[in-house]
C-alpha cells in the first residue's frame, strides 16, 4: 500500500511538472519563434539573391562564350 502512494504521489508530481513547463514554453516560444524565423528569411533571401547573381553571371559568360564562337561580337572577318 505505501508503494502504491508513493508511485501516485510521484506521476501526480510529474504530470504538475510537466505541465507547468509545457506553460512556461509555450508563452516563450511565440516570442522566440518570431525571431528565429526573420532571422531565417533574411537568411534565405540572401541565399536566393545569391543564387540569383551566380546565374547572372553565369548567363553572360556562356552569351560571351556563345557570340565569340559564333562570330557575332563583330569580331569575324570575311
Given amino acids: 500500500m505505501r508503494r502504491l502512494f508513493w508511485l501516485a504521489m510521484g506521476v501526480t508530481i510529474g504530470a504538475l ?14 516570442r522566440s519563434l518570431a525571431t528565429g524565423f526573420g532571422a531565417g528569411l533574411a537568411e534565405l533571401a540572401d541565399a536566393i539573391r545569391d543564387f540569383g547573381d551566380d546565374v547572372r553571371d553565369a548567363m553572360r559568360d556562356r552569351e560571351t562564350q556563345l557570340r565569340e564562337s559564333t562570330g557575332l561580337d563583330g569580331s569575324a572577318t570575311e
Fill in 17 to 30: 511538472v510537466v505541465r507547468k513547463l509545457s506553460k512556461a514554453v509555450e508563452r516563450l516560444t511565440p
